[in-house]
């Protein structure tokens, strides 16, 4: 019965390569959404733009404040805020289309481009922070 074994190949090959594809889309979705939504003011580079736009490669405040940052790419952020030593006091604008799973894939492509290096972070924190 080759046929049938070609068949069960085929569904485990498919079972174990999911996640890889799975988790490839998401990080493509993350770095579109980016660009779609924040690189007009952070850049392609994540770099920011001197007092005027705050760093998000190697941003000490995205690694430490990772639930500020959910509610802010949903909601706004204003105030001041001192990222990596340097005191910003801009607004910016929320994106109430975002659902839970684009902010997911947007976070977790900042935390892993340009060399930072924070971790991941889930659907379920995300959704907790939102609720905050
Ligand atoms: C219109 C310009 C603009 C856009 C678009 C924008 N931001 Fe921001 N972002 C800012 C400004 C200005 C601040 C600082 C706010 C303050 O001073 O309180 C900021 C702060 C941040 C911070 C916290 C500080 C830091 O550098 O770590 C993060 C993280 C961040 N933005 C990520 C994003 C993400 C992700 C998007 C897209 C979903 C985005 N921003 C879209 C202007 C923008």
Known sequence: MPMRSLLYLAIICTLIALPFACGKTDHLQGRNLYLQHCASCHF???EGLRQLMPPLAG???LEKN???VVRGIRK???GEMVVNGVT???????????SEFQ????MNYINQAWGNDFGKITVEETRRWLEE
């Open 76 to 78: 706004g952020m204003s």
């Open 44 to 46: 392609e580079t994540g």
């Open 88 to 98: 910003f006091n801009h607004e910016m604008p929320g994106n109430k289309e975002l």
């Open 66 to 68: 990772p639930g500020m």
């Open 103 to 106: 902010i997911v894939n947007i």
């Open 59 to 61: 941003s000490d405040y």
